[in-house]
């Protein structure tokens, strides 16, 4: 069984929970976690976290953005930088962000430093909306 820990720096999502399995958005690509994994450390880009609790075949999921994994002896920590539970999660202020953000992006002075930011914001609104989308899925069940 995993120990799974999630933490940003401001707060304590998961403490040691009991996972079947999770899955991060790492750098390179997203990365599935098992029982067993060989030990590793990696960077983690904006994207959907999923886990599975031990003895749920629901899939928990939350928005996170930047950050680190660490999995050691079937202990997984992964910090992030931000990270939001479904219910956390204003949709309607998530999609004015993309709107407000691509608006910005398309100015002629938008600066290179500027274009990253706007980009990196719209990035963690896609990832909110992508939480919440899955979780009405769920819900009906497919």
């Known amino acids: 069984m995993l120990k799974m820990t999630?933490?940003?720096?401001?707060?304590?999502?998961?403490?040691?929970?009991?996972?079947?399995?999770?899955?991060?958005?790492?750098?390179?690509?997203e990365l599935n976690i098992l029982e067993g994994h060989a030990g590793l450390v990696?960077?983690?880009?904006?994207?959907?976290?999923?886990?599975?609790?031990?003895?749920?075949?629901?899939?928990?999921?939350?928005?996170?953005s930047w950050g680190y994994c660490e999995v050691s002896n079937d202990i997984v920590n992964v910090l992030a930088e931000t990270a939001e539970l479904p219910e956390e999660i204003d949709k309607k202020r998530a999609e004015e962000t993309i709107q407000e953000n691509e608006a910005k992006l398309s100015s002629p002075s938008t600066t290179p430093s500027e274009i990253i930011k706007y980009q990196n914001k719209i990035k963690r609104a896609h990832a909110r909306l992508q939480v919440l989308d899955e979780k009405s899925h769920d819900r009906a069940g497919v």
């Open 6 to 29: 999630l933490v940003t720096p401001t707060r304590k999502i998961l403490m040691d929970a009991e996972v079947e399995e999770l899955f991060v958005p790492a750098y390179r690509g």
């Open 42 to 64: 990696t960077t983690l880009s904006t994207g959907v976290l999923r886990y599975r609790l031990k003895g749920s075949s629901q899939v928990m999921r939350a928005a996170i």
